[in-house]
T-cell receptor
Framework: RKEVEQDPGPFNVPEGATVAFNCTYS??????FFWYRQDCRKEPKLLMS???SGNEDGRFTAQLNRASQYISLLIRDSKLSDSATYLC??????????FGDGTTLTVKP | EPEVTQTPSHQVTQMGQEVILRCVPI?????FYWYRQILGQKVEFLVS????????KSEIFDDQFSVERPDGSNFTLKIRSTKLEDSAMYFC?????????????FGEGSRLTVL
């Protein structure tokens, strides 16, 4: 089983759609959780951290369920500029970050 | 805005040659990392470095790989004898604060092509 598993995608959605990405992790000792965004042939960039209480940043909402070892990202009112690969990242206490394979989103006009 | 810088942006080398990839992390960051991404595949952890020593490494980071922080600003990844399968984008990252909770800041990457 992969340490971090994401929806395989790709997701192709029209502008304005709501899209949700799911991620599960296997290491119950994992400490921190993040969503990164990666544009084609570019470096990953932090989109948002994920907390058990859930957190929202504009159109983006992230949720963590530690009991189910599950992380989600919801994008509302998607824009063309949201087209990218979204990476679920799980970090241990020692600072080792494991990336999921990524889920590619294409937002179409 | 401070950033992680990497050189070279692209290096082409022959199989068996030594390669050194260089990184300048953000100046007040304490933790340093190398990741690699083979084209079309996931980002893979190679090694983490803190307090002038390796804190963790993956199974990919075998005896062919080494890291060094020679002068307090540069952080280098050396591949002693490159193989075809080492062709990938290598990302350096740095982090300030608690290694378990902080944001990783990535450089733009160094693309290595082994012929």
């Amino acid at each position: 089983r992969k340490e971090v598993e994401q929806d395989p995608g790709p997701f192709n959605v029209p502008e304005g759609a709501t899209v949700a990405f799911n991620c599960t992790y296997s290491n119950s000792a994992s400490q921190s959780f993040f969503w990164y965004r990666q544009d084609c042939r570019k470096e990953p960039k932090l989109l948002m951290s994920v907390y058990s209480s859930g957190n929202e940043d504009g159109r983006f909402t992230a949720q963590l369920n530690r009991a189910s070892q599950y992380i989600s990202l919801l994008i509302r009112d998607s824009k063309l500029s949201d087209s990218a690969t979204y990476l679920c990242v799980v970090t241990t206490n020692a600072g080792k970050s494991t990336f999921g394979d990524g889920t590619t989103l294409t937002v179409k006009p | 805005e401070p950033e992680v810088t990497q050189t070279p942006s692209h290096q082409v080398t022959q199989m068996g040659q030594e390669v050194i990839l260089r990184c300048v992390p953000i100046s007040n960051h304490l933790y340093f990392y190398w990741y690699r991404q083979i084209l079309g595949q996931k980002v893979e952890f190679l090694v983490s470095f803190y307090n002038n020593e390796i804190s963790e490494k993956s199974e990919i980071f075998d005896d062919q790989f080494s890291v060094e922080r020679p002068d307090g600003s540069n952080f280098t990844l050396k591949i002693r004898s490159t193989k075809l399968e080492d062709s990938a984008m290598y990302f350096c990252a740095s982090l300030f604060g608690n290694a378990g909770t902080g944001e990783l800041f990535f450089g733009e990457g160094s693309r290595l092509t082994v012929l």
